[in-house]
């Protein structure tokens, strides 16, 4: 008797377990239907994604400046403004579209296109003619004109309002002899100059004998050999009987040259 009750207690006890564990599935079944109605997924803790990074905006390059400071591509092909053009920019040169780098002997490092500087004060010298030249020698001249030639025609009272009679870049031996060595002017490293304009209308020719313009002359002689490797102009040779030719040709020993004889 006893026996046949126990056995009767286990089956309760089973049938109980039983309809315990179909109300928690019923349970857990009624939970996901509802997170279904809802949108919300559950997720699996084993599959759970780190989040992306946002995604890069479209349109947007990296540009980097090479070690040497030369400019590097922009989209499309264009080139970007080397760190010395920007310099010439940032001191007063207006630049203008590139005239070419040429090839060969006749090649141009870094070039830049310009026909009008930015003083100090504010007042803009116009170059008769754009020209090209290399950037290194753009900043020379630029230094020249602001500084030394700015400051000489402020002892004169006056302001410089053009530069007369000038020559940059020419794939061409010197003197235009083509038995002669490559020029200057053919890498970008030369300038000619025949004279000043001022504001107030007055000239000062450089292969000039007016008596009253000398000592402009002669100041402007005296800063172009200091700050220019070679100078030759009127007294020199005739090919520069009426213009200065200034480069920044390094020769050994530091050797320069300056030849200009001022009347």
């Not at 905006?57 to 591509?73: F, I, R």
């Not at 830049?112 to 290194?136: K, N, W, Y």
């Not at 100041?219 to 520069?240: I, M, N």
Request: with cysteine; glycine share 10%; hydrophobic share 40%.
């Amino acid at each position: 008797m006893r026996t046949r009750q126990g056995r009767h207690d286990l089956a309760v006890i089973a049938l109980c377990l039983d309809l315990s564990l179909l109300m928690l599935g019923f349970a857990a079944l009624a939970r996901d239907r509802q997170a279904e109605e809802q949108g919300v997924s559950q997720p699996d803790p084993a599959r759970v994604a780190a989040p992306l990074p946002p995604r890069r905006p479209s349109g947007l390059t990296q540009q980097v400046e090479p070690a040497d400071g030369k400019g590097v591509n922009e989209p499309g092909g264009a080139a970007a403004p080397s760190s010395c053009i920007r310099t010439f920019e940032e001191r007063g040169g207006g630049v203008l579209p590139s005239g070419g780098a040429g090839a060969g002997e006749c090649a141009i490092d870094d070039p830049v296109t310009f026909q009008q500087l930015v003083m100090q004060d504010g007042s803009r010298v116009e170059l008769d003619s754009a020209i090209t030249v290399r950037c290194p020698f753009a900043l020379e001249l630029l230094a020249w004109v602001r500084d030394d030639l700015a400051a000489l025609a402020s002892r004169e009272n006056a302001r410089i309002a053009k530069l007369s009679g000038v020559g940059g870049y020419a794939c061409r031996a010197r003197n235009g002899d083509t038995t002669a060595p490559i020029s200057e002017h053919a890498s970008g490293n030369a300038f000619d100059v025949g004279g000043l304009l001022m504001q107030d209308g007055r000239a000062v020719t450089f292969a000039g004998k007016e008596p009253l313009s000398r000592s402009t002359r002669e100041a402007v002689q005296k800063s172009a050999c200091q700050r220019f490797t070679t100078v030759l102009g009127p007294g020199a040779d005739s090919s520069h009987k009426d213009h200065l030719h200034l480069d920044m040709r390094q020769r050994p020993r530091g050797f320069r040259i300056c030849q200009w004889v001022v009347e």
